[in-house]
């Protein structure tokens, strides 16, 4: 079974900087897109960036410029580095694995972690 394990939030302040893990684990032969997601209270989880095996990247426009999303495939582990936080970037922040498979021939499966908060006050 795959999971996913998210690590590095905490308390920051504005313009401090944050860096977020997500590995996964268990018995994996590859993962399709990897991304991370946020939601703060009252809102609706939104993309907050995504990145394909081949290291293709997406950014929501909020967080252009100053979020960057990396991956290490041999880990199978990605990484969000969050610079100039914003106290509006504060959420919990979920990493999502689309596109799993435990073999060449499985079939392609999706997972969530289970979230690591990030609060961004003075």
């Known amino acids: 079974q795959v999971q996913l394990v998210e690590s590095g939030g905490g308390l920051v302040q504005p313009g401090g900087s944050l860096r977020l893990s997500c590995a996964a684990s268990?018995?994996?032969?590859?993962?399709?897109?990897m991304g991370w997601y946020r939601q703060a209270p009252g809102k609706e989880r939104e993309l907050v960036a995504t990145?394909?095996?081949?290291?293709?990247?997406n950014l929501a426009d909020s967080v252009k410029g100053r979020f960057t999303i990396s991956r290490d495939n041999a880990k199978n582990t990605m990484y969000l580095q969050m610079n100039s936080l914003k106290p509006e970037d504060t959420a919990v922040y979920y990493c999502?694995?689309?596109?799993?498979?435990?073999?060449?021939?499985?079939?392609?499966?999706?997972?969530w972690g289970q979230g690591t908060q990030v609060t961004v006050s003075s």
């Open positions: 268990g018995s994996i032969f590859s993962i399709d897109s």
């Open positions: 990145i394909t095996s081949g290291g293709t990247t």
């Open positions: 999502n694995a689309e596109g799993i498979r435990v073999g060449p021939l499985a079939a392609r499966r999706k997972c």
